[in-house]
């Protein structure tokens, strides 16, 4: 008898639906962004979100069961993330899927959102097992964590301000280029010298621990852009953004990197928005090479939020015979290896 | 036919079961000590096993749309149309806080206006006129402050009752600006209950009416801050 869970995703600005079956197999993964509405206001509105949740999170899940030509009787369990992220966001998910564990008499299996982005390479990669090391880096969260087995997390470290994403987020609205800052910085950086502006690498030397800083390289490059402008120098904007980018890989490569070393872990896997930079992706690869080590990311789809890395982290922990009550909570700092699951 | 109510607009999160006139059982907590988000579908549970019935056995939900807390709303909503669209025979209707508040004076012949107090100065508001087995509502649904709803009010001119909990340090503006007679109820009770939201869904069940759990939304009444920020800026340029 194989397994059928329904993972349900709303922690942030995308509603999300997706039915895996037995933890590997994707058998629809719908993904509905509100990319477009908060694009306005230069980041995520929650209250907004919230609203566009409670619009959008029937019809997602309709849509998943109707893709994946399966009725809400063969689902086994409701997989739903629970934090962390924005609480009214990730309340939306929540009230449905314990709605639906209750009526179906099924159990209700709450996900770490941190955890399911680890998943998504267990999607992607079938003999993939731990131990690993993974950074989970996206517009919320810039963390480091020792996956030891399935379940068993190791928070080695995290940002003390502002989150990887959420700092190309920023410098993209002082520069009016748009929202989400991603994609976008990366595509100009590409035009640009990465050496011509020597901005800081945070906490990167001098410093033993594994955690990250962002906000002081943001303010560097704000500052930058600012004095270009006042000096009325020639400066080409591509070159202050690949400079940027640059500044930030060499942080998450090397401390990803030195993690793997000082725990004796070959294999590290990527997870989060920022996963999809195709230059953080290579850069990791060339280097863990050298070093004898191993890189794994999940395809562009699956890095970006989705309930299908839900439903996956789903299975594992129903497998575990780990069930949530009815009465969870959304919690919206939910840490990640701060205990055994 | 048997109704479930759910309201989880304000602190209290507010559950009814009604078989026609008859209350079924009825279940109210503050969310000071369970958080509304945490106790709605256990409380649902807990109830329906305290009269020994099953979802299966319910006719249809009824809940609470608003006006109120955004986040409490989106709490019942949630709840009703996950627990509707996985028993897809259960239909759902969604019924304001505000109808269900003034339903606790049904049958007084009178002006009757509840009011939700949120904590912000604003004030949910709708103005009905009681008859002997019906209200009507005569002034829709807003979201003011106090002098714009008694602007209004005012030109009414007959007795009205004003009904919502906290109401009384509104009490003496409210007397001072009006030329009709108005009585106050500001009461512990004066919350819009799960079992006048469950019979005003039976309301709805016998007109044949019926929502659409994919489009079902919150009467919000206010957009968000954001989006006002934004609107102001974009009419001052």
């Known amino acids: 008898m194989s397994d059928l869970i329904l993972g349900i995703e709303t922690s942030c600005d995308e509603t999300a639906a997706a039915l895996v079956e037995d933890g590997k197999k994707i058998l629809a993964n719908i993904v509905t962004s509100q990319i ?247 850069e990791i690869k060339e280097r863990a090479k050298i070093l004898d080590l191993e890189v794994f990311y999940p395809p562009l789809p699956l890095c970006t939020d989705n309930a299908a890395m839900v439903a996956s982290a789903g299975y594992f922990r129903l497998k575990d015979n780990k069930k949530s009550s009815l009465n969870l909570d959304a919690v919206s700092r939910l840490p990640l290896g701060r205990k055994k699951y | 036919m048997k109704i479930l109510g759910i309201d989880s607009s304000t602190r209290i999160c507010s559950l009814g079961l009604i078989e026609e006139h008859n209350i079924l059982t009825e279940y109210n907590i503050n969310s000071y000590y369970q958080k509304t988000s945490s106790i709605l579908v256990p409380a649902i549970k807990t109830m329906l096993e305290g009269v020994n019935l099953t979802l299966a056995e319910i006719d249809g939900i009824a809940v609470a749309i608003g006006p109120g807390s955004f986040t409490g709303l989106r709490i019942g909503l949630g709840v009703a149309k996950g627990l509707c669209y996985a028993t897809t025979s259960l239909p759902l209707w969604g019924i304001s806080t505000l109808d269900a508040l003034a339903y606790s004076l049904r049958g007084v012949p009178s002006l009757i206006c509840p009011l939700l107090l949120s904590t912000r100065e604003e004030i949910f508001s709708a103005v009905f006129r009681g008859g002997e087995d019906s209200l009507e509502k005569i002034i829709d649904y807003d979201c003011s402050d106090m002098d714009t709803l008694l602007a209004k009010i005012s030109f009414l001119k007959e007795k009205i009752i004003f009904i919502g909990e906290g109401l009384k340090k509104y009490q003496k503006a409210i007397q001072e600006r009006l030329n009709q007679e108005a009585l106050f109820i500001d009461s512990p009770l004066a919350f819009p209950r799960g079992v006048n939201i469950a019979f005003l869904g039976l309301e709805k069940l016998q007109k044949g009416e019926k929502e659409d759990i994919h489009t079902l939304s919150p009467l919000y009444l206010r957009k968000s801050q954001a989006e006002m920020v934004r609107e102001k800026k974009t009419t001052e340029i």
């Open chain 1, 36 to 282: 477009k509405i908060h694009q306005k206001y230069g980041g995520v509105v929650p209250e907004i979100a919230s609203r566009k949740h409670l619009e959008a999170i029937i019809p997602v899940i309709d849509r998943a069961l109707y893709t994946s030509q399966k009725k809400l009787e063969e689902v086994s369990a409701i997989a739903v993330t629970y934090g962390p992220g924005l609480v009214g966001s990730l309340l939306v998910g929540l009230s449905v899927a314990k709605a639906l564990a209750f009526a179906r008499s099924i159990p209700l299996i709450g996900i770490n959102h941190l955890e399911a982005h680890i998943y998504a390479n267990f999607l992607a990669y079938e003999e993939l097992v731990p131990p690993l090391i993974c950074l989970i880096v996206s517009g919320g969260h810039t963390s480091l964590v020792q996956m030891k087995d399935f379940g068993e997390y190791k928070l080695l470290g995290q940002t003390r301000d502002d989150a990887a994403g959420e700092v190309f987020d920023k410098i993209s609205k002082v520069l009016d280029l748009g929202y989400p800052g991603g994609p976008i910085i990366e595509k100009l950086a590409k035009k640009g010298n990465p050496l011509a502006v020597n901005f800081p690498r945070p906490l990167l030397n001098n410093d033993k621990s594994f955690d990250f800083s962002f906000s002081g390289l943001k303010t560097a490059v704000i500052y930058q852009i600012r004095k270009f402008k006042e000096e009325k120098n020639v400066w080409k904007v591509e070159d202050v953004l690949a400079s940027f980018q640059r500044a930030v890989i060499d942080v998450l490569v090397e401390k990803t990197l030195n993690a793997a070393l000082a725990f004796k872990i070959k294999k590290i896997v990527l997870a989060g928005g920022v996963s999809a930079n195709k230059l953080l992706r290579k």
